[in-house]
């Protein structure tokens, strides 16, 4: 099975700061790599599939990068509404995958 | 706009069942797969089970293999998820997802429904 590492755990920063968030598959996963967002008490949604390609409506300062097993979602100058919880996602032949969440904190 | 709309949630005693429901709207659902994840609290994600659009392709974690069923009815536009013998490491918050036209990803979530399997 693959396994999709997060790290870090938790980023404090600030507003207007950028947030680099890491997510490491155990073997090759292509492109094939999304990224959610969840907020408390809501469900996650999806900014990012493919790897870099962004989902209908999210803002431009979220961007994806990466292929094979590394892969990065970048947040270039955060807003006070970004502070959340960030999944990876892989689809397996039969499953889905997720990663085990980075936190953005308000440093 | 699409809605997912889980009900049937609530409290359960070990070794119990349950029926999750989901009803969709918004979009044609007689022609997405659909999932099930769910979320213990204060952890992270879990896929539990997906189906395809004609019930042709069933799948489900390790974890709920042969203790959950999923199905859906097209017609009613209904997803649901059976849960028998239910361990209390099965408490959790259930959302209805549809997948992506690709089958990679989640593009609509429900608003979940919690489960609590507990004496």
């Known amino acids: 099975d693959i396994v999709l590492t997060q790290s870090p755990a938790t980023l404090s920063l600030s507003p207007g700061e950028r947030a680099t968030l890491s997510c490491r598959a155990s073997q090759s996963v292509s492109g094939y790599l999304g990224w959610y967002q969840q907020k408390p008490g809501q469900a996650p949604r999806l900014l990012i599939y493919?790897?870099?390609n962004r989902a209908t409506g999210i803002p431009a300062r979220f961007s994806g990068s990466g292929a094979g097993t590394d892969f990065t979602l970048t947040i270039s100058s955060l807003e006070p509404e970004d502070f959340a919880v960030y999944y990876c996602q892989h689809r397996r032949n039969w499953g889905l995958t997720f990663g085990g969440g980075t936190k953005v904190e308000l440093k | 706009e699409v809605q997912l709309v889980e009900s049937g949630g609530g409290l359960v005693k070990p070794g119990g069942s349950l029926r999750l429901s989901c009803a969709a709207s918004?979009?044609?659902?007689?022609?997405?797969?659909m999932s099930w994840v769910r979320q213990a609290p204060g952890k992270g994600l879990e896929w539990v089970s997906s189906?395809?659009?004609?019930?042709?392709?069933?799948y489900y974690a390790d974890s709920v293999k042969g203790r959950f069923t999923i199905s859906r009815d097209n017609a009613k536009n209904s997803l649901f998820l059976q849960m028998d013998s239910l361990r209390a490491e099965d408490t959790a918050v259930y959302y209805c997802?549809?997948?992506?036209?690709?089958?990679?990803?989640?593009?609509?979530w429900g608003q979940g429904t919690l489960v609590t399997v507990s004496s």
């Open positions: 997802a549809r997948e992506s036209s690709s089958l990679v990803y989640i593009v609509d």
């Open positions: 918004g979009f044609t659902f007689s022609s997405n797969s």
């Open positions: 493919d790897a870099s």
């Open positions: 189906l395809s659009s004609t019930s042709s392709y069933i």
